[in-house]
Every structure is written in structure tokens, then in C-alpha cells.
T-cell receptor, first 114, second 114 residues
């Protein structure tokens, strides 16, 4: 079974600064998908960014980018120019190549300080 | 916003009662999931489905059951609620193929069993 590990239960960042959230995963598959989801307080979980394992180029969505290290099985999220609205619980998730189960890490609570 | 809905949003119920948590999506997604989110915010997959009449148990053992009689509807039932079932339950859906792997989440049902 695949496992996803987020070793930082809590992180904080000053507004306008940059923060990196860590994620590692364990799999024997070569084809899979990785995601970062955001869950604001009392609101729906939404997708932040997605990475296909077969793509070497790191995914980027505006202020959000990832550092995907396939050999190291590492998938970190970088948030640039942090905003107060970025405060949320962030989950790293893994989807197998067969697109069957979606497995989540334990989450990182991000606080943005004004 | 995603077109996936969960009802009720909040439920307080006595021990031994039978309850059904509703989840519906209007996106035509084949895959649907139920996650249990504990107070530490970690998400555990308890059930998933690939389509009508297809249901599978997830990684976390659960006394709940699910059914998938219609594509858009994936209800979760507890025959006899217990205090240990107190948790937040999140429903999600996605396309079956690997072309579009994003999962969309409902707002969740906060269940309290007293």
C-alpha cells in the first residue's frame, strides 16, 4: 500500500514571504499522480496543484510551485508571496497510475502572520 | 464551486440510531469516495466506488456501508451509531480515467453521536 508522509504538522509564514511544505511518499509504482489540496477552515477541500510522475518539469500554478524529486520520492509545495488567504490545512495526496485509490498525508496547518 | 453536495452538514444523534449520510454529484463522475477526517485532521479512506453497483472498502476499517445504485448518488449508512463514530465525513468524486484526475470534495458532514 502507498503511504504519504507530511512531517510538518504546523508551519507559519510572514505575509509576503515564501514557505515550503514537505511531503514524501512510498510506492513501488512508476506511474502515478501527486497533488496538493487546501482545506480552509470550515470550507471545502480544493485542489492547489497537480503533478504527473512521468513529467520531469515541476508544476506551477501562479504563486504555487512544486519541487518533485522522483528518485527521492519527495514532493514539496512552495508558496511565494504568501497571503492571508493562504492560511489553511494543506494535504499532500497520491493517486496510483491505475487511478484507483487517492491516499492523503496527515496534513500541515499553515498560519500566515500579518 | 464543485457540484458535489453532502447532507446534512451537521448531525447530532443518539447511540443506537440508524443514520444515512447523503452525497450527490452532478458532474457525471464515475469514481466516488468517502473519507473520515478525525480531530487531528488526517483523512482516512473508508469506502470508494468506480461506478454503479461497484463498492470497495478503503484502508480504514469502518462499520458503515455504502451503496451506488445511481451514478450521482453515494450514500453512507451506519446501522447503529456509536460515540466512536463521531467524526467529520467527507465525500469526493472524480473522473475514472487518468486524463483528468482531480477529485472534488463536498463540504462534509460533522457527525456527533451522544
Amino acid at each position: 500500500a502507498q503511504t504519504v508522509t507530511q512531517s510538518q504538522p504546523e508551519m507559519s509564514v510572514q505575509e509576503a514571504e515564501t514557505v515550503t511544505l514537505s511531503c514524501t511518499y512510498d510506492t513501488s509504482e512508476s506511474d502515478y499522480y501527486l497533488f496538493w489540496y487546501k482545506q480552509p477552515p470550515s470550507r471545502q477541500m480544493i485542489l492547489v496543484i497537480r503533478q504527473e510522475a512521468y513529467k520531469q518539469q515541476n508544476a506551477t500554478e501562479n504563486r504555487f510551485s512544486v519541487n518533485f524529486q522522483k528518485a527521492a520520492k519527495s514532493f514539496s509545495l512552495k508558496i511565494s508571496d504568501s497571503q492571508l488567504g493562504d492560511a489553511a490545512m494543506y494535504f499532500c495526496a497520491y493517486l496510483s497510475g491505475s487511478a484507483r485509490q487517492l491516499t492523503f498525508g496527515s496534513g500541515t496547518q499553515l498560519t500566515v502572520l500579518p | 464551486e464543485a457540484d458535489i453536495y453532502q447532507t446534512p452538514r451537521y448531525l447530532v444523534i443518539g447511540t443506537g440510531k440508524k443514520i444515512t449520510l447523503e452525497c450527490s454529484q452532478t458532474m457525471g463522475h464515475d469514481k466516488m469516495y468517502w473519507y473520515q477526517q478525525d480531530p487531528g485532521m488526517e483523512l482516512h479512506l473508508i469506502h470508494y466506488s468506480y461506478g454503479v453497483n461497484s463498492t470497495e472498502k478503503g484502508d480504514l476499517s469502518s462499520e458503515s456501508t455504502v451503496s451506488r445504485i445511481r451514478t450521482e448518488h453515494f450514500p453512507l449508512t451506519l446501522e447503529s451509531a456509536r460515540p466512536s463514530h463521531t467524526s467529520q465525513y467527507l465525500c469526493a468524486s472524480s473522473h475514472l480515467g487518468t486524463d483528468n484526475t482531480e477529485a472534488f470534495f463536498g463540504q462534509g458532514t460533522r457527525l456527533t453521536v451522544v
